[in-house]
Nanobody, 123 residues
């Protein structure tokens, strides 16, 4: 399974970005998909997750109301729409896939990881 994240970049505070993660697996529609991020000098942290069907989502408190996770199983792709970005959102963002198909918040539950995409928010 390969996960390819894209869509990162440099944006001013208050702006928006949409991250995409394309998966090379036939059974994509059975995986739960998550987004994590890691800022310099900090541990990787959970951002958002979506269940296999898209029927359930969970968000970190720090991004609730600003970020939206979604998926298109026909395209084997998961998205992270990020609005009202803040400088503290600056990090490398990783997409990840979990065979469980259910909501998974802990990184250790994910078997597959993408390479990461840099998001930088300037003040």
């Amino acid at each position: 399974v390969q996960l390819q994240a894209s869509g990162g970049g440099l944006v001013q505070a208050g702006g928006s970005l949409r991250l995409s993660c394309a998966a090379s697996v036939r059974t994509f529609n059975t995986y739960s998909m998550g987004w994590f991020r890691q800022a310099p000098g900090k541990e990787r942290e959970f951002v958002a997750v979506i269940s296999w069907s898209g029927g359930r989502t969970e968000y970190a408190d720090s991004v609730k109301g600003r970020f939206t996770i979604s998926r298109d199983n026909a395209k084997n792709t998961v998205y992270l729409q990020m609005d009202s970005l803040k400088p503290e959102d600056t990090a490398v963002y990783y997409c990840a896939g979990a065979k469980t198909g259910l909501i998974a918040i802990r990184a250790m539950l994910y078997e597959y990881w993408g390479q990461g995409t840099q998001v930088t928010v300037s003040s």
